[in-house]
């Protein structure tokens, strides 16, 4: 097999997307969708593999920033997109790929690589790590009761087109982003996202519907979703498909979720990407009625092991020496000390001895706090050297609220 890799020209473009959508399924995407995502992807920043004419192996990197614990917005490369050719397997192409992205990655400065994972096995062996977790629900509105904490009942909700409502709800979530790690601040063109709502993706559902909460005459919070009606024998039973829900009170998201639950002729509100820590799971009358499910989410890789740990504040004081492992990324390996609190942090070569050993698949799991360092040394997969320095360690790495990636890329 002869193959030649290179980066995407703007006439290849068809054949490579061509070639992603055979990856994940062979059913091509709305013409909107595949707009959009040309839009985003950036030529210079996409990889194809090609074996004469033929796209056999396709990645992209799209050019994100990402909160990590502090509140701090970091650069962050979203590989998206990855796919090889059902003929081209077990070939290397993958490998091929990954090494010429990440790379790519170190020269353009950019110290994380992100992605989700349609198979969660697969990129462990290039350093990434399970670093964030989501929440899905499907709530019984006919059993389960949403609390209305004070001021809820002073919340106005109002129906609105969400093309017309697009700049209220993206001032919300930008006024999100900074409270929660994982979080993507919306680049240009990327509000675009939570509004694609193709017809012919919509399987019996509603065109997409939003709702927003106001207070005081200002926009606190919004909820975009659709309905699936089911008409019955025993009577109407629709279901509420939520697509994303964000508000900056108690009080609006509290009102925003009993609207969702208090749909007339529906019985069922499902959700499929909520953090794991949702207050969702406090306000609601019965927990086991709401199916709450875990599945891995955001998936992280330190390109630059010393650049992206002092991009991160620490919950508590630490100065701890790291022996990272880095078989992919050799220029990773080593040891780091890394000496941090609340306010910034350092993170440099040393010789002295290590405290603390890993591989960077374990740093990239802790680095959002929602993993812990003890945890994974619990599973044998970080090993203390240094008596204390995995409490301390684990401590400062952690984050107060779950990291939570808001949508996929």
């Not at 609105?160 to 697009?166: F, V």
């Not at 007339?264 to 019965?286: I, Q």
């Not at 022996?323 to 390996?333: E, G, H, I, Q, S």
Request: aromatic content about 6%; hydrophobic content about 40%.
């Amino acid at each position: 097999m002869t193959t030649e890799l290179r980066v995407l020209r703007d006439a290849e473009f068809d054949a490579w997307y061509a070639a992603v959508e055979l990856g994940f399924g062979g059913v091509p995407e709305a013409p909107e969708e595949a707009a959009l995502w040309r839009e985003l992807a950036g030529l210079d920043r996409s990889i194809g593999v090609w074996d004469g004419a033929e796209a056999v192996g396709t990645t992209g990197a799209f050019a994100l920033r990402i909160t990590v614990p502090g509140g701090a917005g970091v650069p962050a490369a979203g590989v998206t997109m990855v796919s090889v050719r059902p003929t081209h397997r077990r070939r290397g192409v993958l490998r091929q790929m990954m090494r010429r992205q990440l790379d790519d990655l170190r020269a353009w400065g950019e110290p994380l690589a992100v992605l989700t994972a349609s198979e969660p096995d697969i990129y462990g062996r290039f350093g990434y790590g399970i670093a964030t977790h989501s929440l899905s629900v499907r709530i019984d509105t006919t059993r389960v009761r949403v609390s209305a904490p004070e001021g809820t009942d002073g919340v106005r909700l109002r129906l609105s087109k969400p093309d017309e409502a697009r700049d209220a709800c993206e001032a919300v979530y930008a006024r999100r982003v900074a409270a929660r790690p994982g979080m993507l601040a919306r680049q240009p063109g990327w509000e675009a996202v939570p509004l694609l709502d193709p017809a012919d993706g919509r399987e019996g559902a509603s065109p997409l519907q939003c709702v927003l909460a106001e207070e005081d005459g200002r926009t606190v919070g919004y909820a975009r979703y659709a309905v699936r009606p089911l008409w019955a024998e025993s009577g109407p039973g629709g279901t509420v498909l939520l697509r994303d829900v964000e508000a900056l009170t108690p009080a609006a998201y509290a009102a925003l979720w009993r609207y969702l639950t208090e749909i007339d002729l529906t019985s069922v509100v499902t959700a499929h990407n909520r953090p794991v820590d949702d207050p969702l799971l406090h306000l609601v009358s019965d927990i086991r009625r709401c199916e709450p499910r875990v599945k891995d989410s955001l998936h992280v890789r330190l390109v630059d092991v010393g650049d992206a740990l002092a991009a991160r504040t620490y919950r508590s004081p630490v100065d701890v020496v790291l022996d990272v492992a880095d078989d992919f990324c050799p220029w990773n390996a080593g040891r780091w000390r890394l000496t941090g609190d609340a306010k910034g942090a350092s993170c440099e070569r040393t010789e002295d001895a290590a405290e603390l050993a890993m591989s960077v698949r374990e740093l990239g799991s802790a680095y959002l706090g929602g993993v812990s360092l003890a945890a994974l040394a619990g599973a044998g997969r970080v090993r203390e050297l240094r008596e204390g320095a995995l409490e301390e360690a684990s401590a400062a790495f952690g984050s107060d609220v779950a990291p939570w990636l808001p949508h996929g890329f």
